[in-house]
């Protein structure tokens, strides 16, 4: 599953030799255990299962083969554990976004999808918006009925919009990272990204690049000023965004801090990049107005 020689950069690597697992026909017990601790880990986002919070009737009905993994899975989504998790506290967008990641395996390619899913949900209910993913063509495509969902955005497939690629690690904050526990909490990762059908810059997880970990800002909107706070001019007539990463002076601590954009002419580009290496910053982005 590899897909760039930066895998471990990206929070990829634990996946490039592992492939997509199957429950047998005749997996022994050891095999189907393996199997449902790997639904549990993928739907549930990595986060922490009590042993109390097991679903051991749905559990037992897998073991004893009486459903398949995709109606563990079903059952799985649907439960109250599944909801306290991901439905009760975020919005409705969020949780749609988390439905596509844990089911389908990769990020919205578009807002179309979900308005479909906003819609469903408010005229059918929540089951029925489950239903709608794991009984989908691309379901059963991807998993059929005895494959683990596992994550699809990270390579090119068959019908794949290449905006999932950089959408996934939006979602997507590194192999030990939990779906609840990242820095947007449990609002919308992509609302305003499907909005206006961009595609963001590819962030490394937290724990890559010295300990920098990538901080929006909460409402979407990196603030933006001239280059040395006033409008910005050059004799090319050509004016670049530039987004600013981690900058810290020398005796200050590295924490997490917001990203800095300014708007600056083309022949100051490269002083500017001297100057924010100097002071240990990264360049995030570079965009041409």
């Not at 993994?69 to 506290?89: D, G, H, I, M, P």
């Not at 002076?249 to 580009?269: D, F």
Request: without cysteine; charged residues 20%; hydrophobic residues 35%.
């Amino acid at each position: 599953m590899a897909i760039t020689t930066a895998a471990s950069r990206l929070g990829t690597s634990a996946f490039d030799e592992t492939a997509p697992l199957e429950l047998r026909a005749q997996a022994t017990k050891e095999e189907i255990a393996l199997v449902i601790s790997a639904v549990y880990r993928h739907l549930l986002g990595n986060d922490y299962l009590l042993q109390s919070e097991r679903l051991t009737t749905a559990e037992s009905l897998l073991t004893d083969r009486k459903i398949t993994v995709q109606e563990f899975v079903r059952q799985v989504a649907k439960s109250e554990l599944y909801k306290s998790k991901f439905f009760y506290n975020n919005f409705q967008t969020r949780v749609i976004e988390l439905n596509y990641k844990h089911l389908l395996g990769r990020a919205p390619y578009d807002e179309s999808e979900v308005v479909y899913h906003l819609d469903l949900y408010q005229n059918k209910g929540y089951d029925a918006d489950i239903d709608s993913y794991i009984d989908s063509p691309e379901y059963q495509a991807s998993f059929g009925e005895n494959i683990v969902p596992y994550y699809r955005g990270f390579e090119t497939q068959k019908g794949q919009k290449t905006v999932g690629f950089s959408r996934i690690f939006k979602l997507y904050r590194g192999y030990a990272n939990s779906d609840r526990a990242q820095l947007q909490g449990n609002y919308s990762h992509l609302a305003e990204e499907l909005a206006r059908n961009s595609a963001s810059t590819v962030v490394s997880p937290s724990g890559s690049n010295d300990g920098f970990a990538y901080l929006p800002s909460r409402k979407g909107v990196t603030p933006s000023t001239g280059f040395g706070g006033g409008a910005a001019y050059g004799k090319e007539g050509r004016l670049f965004r530039v987004e600013v990463a981690g900058g810290v002076g020398r005796g200050y601590p590295k924490v997490r801090r917001t990203n800095q954009a300014v708007v600056i002419p083309y022949e100051e580009l490269s002083p500017y990049f001297q100057s924010v290496l100097k002071q240990g910053g990264k360049i995030a982005s570079v965009t041409p107005l």
